[in-house]
C-alpha cells in the first residue's frame, strides 16, 4: 500500500517532465520555422518591443535594412561597422576606413573616364611594305624667288598709257611694293601706293589683270623635265598655279582651276620627277630679292601651297635631290564612328572652308587668314581669289593695312586665331635634300644634262623606296575595356562586384519595401495595446445592487 503514492508521484512528474520537454520542443520548433522563414525572405512580424516609436515607419524600416544590408553585403568592411561585439570606436574607425576606400575607388574611375574621354584612340603601324603605286605622286611646286618676269614687265608697261611725270623705270622700281600683299617686312610710302594705284585707274585695269600681265609663266622658268624616264614637254605636266607666295607652278595639284593630272607614283629615282630650272630674263635681279633661286614645296594633294607645306630652296648653279618619304594615317570604322569631340579630328567632308573647296588642316589655317583680312581690311589678296565669295579683292591702297594688321591676319594674336581642327586621314611627306655643285664640264651620256648652263638649277625628286607605311588609328579602348577598369577599381578597393550593385538594387527596393510593411504592422499593433479600458458590471450574489467595477484586459 506504501508504494502506490510512491508510484503514483513519479508518474505524475513524467506527466510534467513530459508537458515541459513538450513545450520546449515546440519553442524550438517555432524558433526554427522562424529562422527558415527569414532565410527564405518571409521573416515573421515584428513585435512591438522591437520598434522604436520615436522614429518614424520609414526610418525604422531604412535602419533595419541598413544594418541587414552590413551584415550580409559582400562589400569589404561594412559589417564590421555594425557588428554588435565591437564598441562605437571600432565602428568609427571601420566607417572612416570604408569612406576612404570609396573615395580611392571613385577617383580612379573617374581617372580611367577621363584618360577614356580624352584620348580614345591609339595609332598602331598596320604594313611597312604597302606598295607605292596605290598612291599619287606627291603634289610639286617650284615657285621663283621673284615675283615677276622684269623682260615682259618691261614690255607691258611700255605698252601701258602711263600718268603724267611717270616712267616705266619708275614703275618697275615700285613692283617690289606686291610683297605687301604678303608679308610685313617693309613699309611704304603713299607716293608708290598712289603712283601704282594711277596706274591701274589710268587704264581702267583690274589688280588681278594687271599680275597676270607680269608674272612668270610655266615655260619661263622650267627648261626642262623628265618623268618616269622620259624627258617631256613641262607643259604637259606643269600648269600655272596660286599659292600664298604668288603665282608658281604646280605637278599633280588638285586646286579649283586646275586639271588634276593623277599621276601614280613609282619608287627609285628612274622614276621620279627631274626638272632643269631656268630664268628665262636677263634682269630679273631687278627687283629686290633676299637670294636667287627656286622655292620647292611639297604637301598634300588638296592643300593649298603655302609656308605650311614642306618647303625647299633650290640655288642656283646647284643639283639637288629630295628624297621622299611616305606615311598614310587612316582610321577604322570604329573610329569613324566615334563622334568629333572624342577623335579630336574631322573628316574632309564634316568641315566646311570659305575660299576653299577641300578641307585640309593647311587650307583651314589659310581659309582663317583670308577671313582675318576681309575682316580687318574688307578685301582679300589676289592669290586667294577663287571666285567663292563676293568680297573685292585688295588693292596697293590697301596693302598699309595689310601690313599694318599683318600679325593678326596670320593668327599671331590668339583673338584672331580660328578652330581647325587636325584631319583623321592624311598624307605625311619627310622630305630630305642634298644639295652639289653643278659641274658644267663633266662629261654625262644622259641626254637630260644636254645644254646646261651655269645659273641653272638642277633637282631629282623621287621616292627613296618601292613600298611605305600605312598608319592606321585604332581604339585605346573600348567601352567594354573601360567597364572592365572601373569594375577593377572596384574591386581592389572595396571588393565590389556586378552582384554587388544587384545587392544594393535588391535591398533597397524589395527588402526595404518589405521592412517598411513590418513596421506599420508592428506600430498598428502597439496601438491596440494602449487601447482605453474595458467596462463590466458584475452581478452581487446577496443583492440586487450592481456596482460598477473595471478590468484590464491582458495578453493571452
Not at 611694293?177 to 608708290?192: N, P, V
Not at 605637278?251 to 586646275?258: A, P
Not at 593623277?262 to 628665262?280: C, P, T, V
Not at 651620256?445 to 644636254?450: A, L, R
Amino acid at each position: 500500500m506504501a508504494a502506490t503514492p510512491t508510484r503514483t508521484l513519479e508518474h505524475s512528474n513524467t506527466r510534467i517532465a513530459y508537458k515541459k520537454g513538450t513545450r520546449v520542443m515546440s519553442q524550438i520548433s517555432i524558433r526554427g520555422t522562424a529562422l527558415v522563414q527569414s532565410a527564405m525572405g518571409h521573416e515573421e512580424e515584428l513585435s512591438p518591443d522591437q520598434i522604436d516609436p520615436k522614429i518614424s515607419a520609414l526610418h525604422g524600416a531604412l535602419r533595419r535594412t541598413w544594418c541587414d544590408f552590413c551584415a550580409t553585403s559582400s562589400i569589404h568592411g561594412l559589417k564590421y561597422t555594425r557588428d554588435k561585439d565591437t564598441n562605437r570606436v571600432v565602428h568609427f574607425v571601420w566607417i572612416l576606413i570604408s569612406i576612404v576606400m570609396f573615395i580611392c575607388a571613385i577617383v580612379m574611375t573617374l581617372t580611367f573616364y577621363a584618360d577614356y574621354r580624352s584620348s580614345p584612340t591609339r595609332m598602331n603601324v598596320e604594313n611597312d611594305h604597302t606598295p607605292v603605286s596605290r598612291l599619287y605622286f606627291p603634289p610639286i611646286t617650284i615657285c621663283p624667288e621673284v615675283l615677276f618676269n622684269m623682260d615682259k614687265s618691261k614690255a607691258y608697261i611700255d605698252s601701258l598709257k602711263l600718268p603724267q611725270n611717270v616712267q616705266t623705270s619708275d614703275v618697275l622700281q615700285t613692283l617690289h611694293i606686291f610683297s605687301g600683299f604678303m608679308l610685313d617686312d617693309e613699309r611704304f610710302s603713299s607716293a608708290e601706293v598712289e603712283l601704282m594705284e594711277s596706274v591701274l585707274q589710268v587704264n581702267n585695269l583690274t589688280l588681278i589683270q594687271f599680275v597676270d600681265q607680269l608674272r612668270w609663266d610655266c615655260h619661263e622658268i622650267l627648261h626642262r623635265c623628265r618623268y618616269h624616264g622620259e624627258i617631256m614637254n613641262c607643259t604637259r605636266l606643269f600648269q600655272l598655279s596660286k599659292t600664298f607666295f604668288g603665282h608658281c607652278c604646280s605637278f599633280n595639284l588638285r586646286q579649283d582651276g586646275l586639271n588634276f593630272t593623277a599621276q601614280a607614283a613609282a619608287g627609285g629615282l628612274d622614276n621620279g620627277l627631274s626638272l632643269i630650272l631656268r630664268y628665262k630674263d636677263e634682269n630679273y635681279d631687278a627687283l629686290k630679292s633676299y637670294s636667287h633661286g627656286f622655292k620647292l614645296l611639297i604637301q598634300e594633294t588638296d592643300a593649298f601651297p603655302s609656308a605650311h607645306a614642306d618647303c625647299k630652296f633650290l640655288g642656283l648653279n646647284t643639283e639637288s635631290f629630295a628624297t621622299l618619304r611616305v606615311v598614310e594615317t587612316f582610321c577604322s570604322d570604329a573610329v569613324k564612328a566615334l563622334p568629333i569631340a572624342q577623335r579630336n579630328c574631322i573628316f574632309r567632308h564634316e568641315f566646311q572652308l570659305r575660299y576653299f573647296s577641300n578641307y585640309v588642316y593647311p587650307n583651314c589655317e589659310l581659309n582663317c587668314r583670308a577671313n582675318n583680312m576681309d575682316k580687318l581690311c574688307g578685301c582679300h589678296t589676289y592669290f586667294f581669289e577663287f571666285n567663292r565669295t563676293n568680297e573685292r579683292v585688295c588693292t596697293f591702297r590697301d596693302i598699309p593695312c595689310l601690313v599694318d594688321n599683318f600679325p593678326k591676319i596670320i593668327t599671331r594674336r590668339k583673338k584672331t586665331q580660328c578652330p581647325c581642327p587636325l584631319t583623321c586621314e592624311h598624307f605625311d611627306y619627310d622630305v630630305q635634300i642634298s644639295n652639289f655643285e653643278l659641274k658644267l664640264d663633266m662629261p654625262v651620256v644622259d641626254p637630260f644634262y644636254k645644254g646646261i648652263e651655269h645659273n641653272d638649277a638642277i633637282v631629282h625628286i623621287f621616292l627613296n623606296s618601292q613600298v611605305y607605311r600605312r598608319v592606321r588609328v585604332d581604339l585605346l579602348s573600348n567601352m567594354v575595356t573601360l567597364v572592365s577598369n572601373l569594375g577593377s577599381a572596384f574591386s581592389l578597393f572595396v571588393g565590389m562586384s556586378m552582384l554587388s550593385l544587384v545587392e544594393i538594387i535588391y535591398y533597397f527596393t524589395v527588402i526595404l519595401h518589405k521592412n517598411y510593411i513590418q513596421e506599420c504592422r508592428a506600430r498598428q499593433k502597439l496601438q491596440s495595446w494602449h487601447k482605453r479600458p474595458n467596462f463590466a458590471w458584475p452581478p452581487h450574489k446577496n443583492s440586487t445592487r450592481q456596482k460598477s467595477v473595471f478590468y484590464i484586459s491582458g495578453r493571452n
